[in-house]
């Protein structure tokens, strides 16, 4: 098996609104081509500079209920109001191509993936303080005052369930908060039970 078969990492991707997922993502993707987004639908409202397909798949209740229905989501949840879910076969279909697949995703949806997957791994992103958190949000300008209430509650019920992941990572400062993260991807593809391959490909029984 050569090195470019190797599966890909399913990596549960959580930390609550406003603690800079969204911005660390960016700049871990541009530094990382073995890696990508799952791309979620969702039924709530596009934001400003939002584009279908690309942040998210925007659809209705009915179309997301229909997927629902066909199994066509590898998990799903409701958040403020809007269903959120994960297409199954985009997923399936990068993990096999050997690229490290990202879902970014609230807590009830990530734990879901965890009774039910085998093999993934977990982060969960903090905020430096929770006043700093209410700073991000509020400093996005993109939330209603009851958006912004809503979310900083759903805050603190998240991070109640951050030691249910694998791994905490504080997101201080952005670079550094992307560089932990690109070191736990380096270190999980490490392990012996993702790497076995590579004694495979040494053909070390035969003398050479
Ligand atoms: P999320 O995707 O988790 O909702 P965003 O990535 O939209 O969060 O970040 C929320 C706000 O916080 C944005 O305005 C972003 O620029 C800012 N932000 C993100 N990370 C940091 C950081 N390390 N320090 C200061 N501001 C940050
Ligand atoms: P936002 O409306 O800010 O884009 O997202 C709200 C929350 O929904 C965030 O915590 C985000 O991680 C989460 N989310 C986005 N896509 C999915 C998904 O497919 N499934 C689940 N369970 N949560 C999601």
Redesign the pocket.
Known sequence: MAIDDARGLLIVFS????????????RLLAARDDTMLSVSVTTRAPRPGDVDGVQYFFRTHEQVEQMIREDALLEYAQYNGNYYGTPRAAVEEQLAAGRNVIL?IEVQGALKVMSRVADYVSIF?LPPSME?LER??R????ETEESVQNRLAAACEEVAQADKYQYLVR????DA?VQRISTIIDAEKMRCDRSKYILEDLNYAEPH
Do not use: F, Q
Request: proline content about 4%; charged content about 30%.
């Open positions: 930390g609550p609104s406003g603690c800079g997922k969204g911005t660390i993502m960016e970014e992103l700093e991000r949000l400093g996005r300008g993109t997101n201080d400062e952005v908060a």
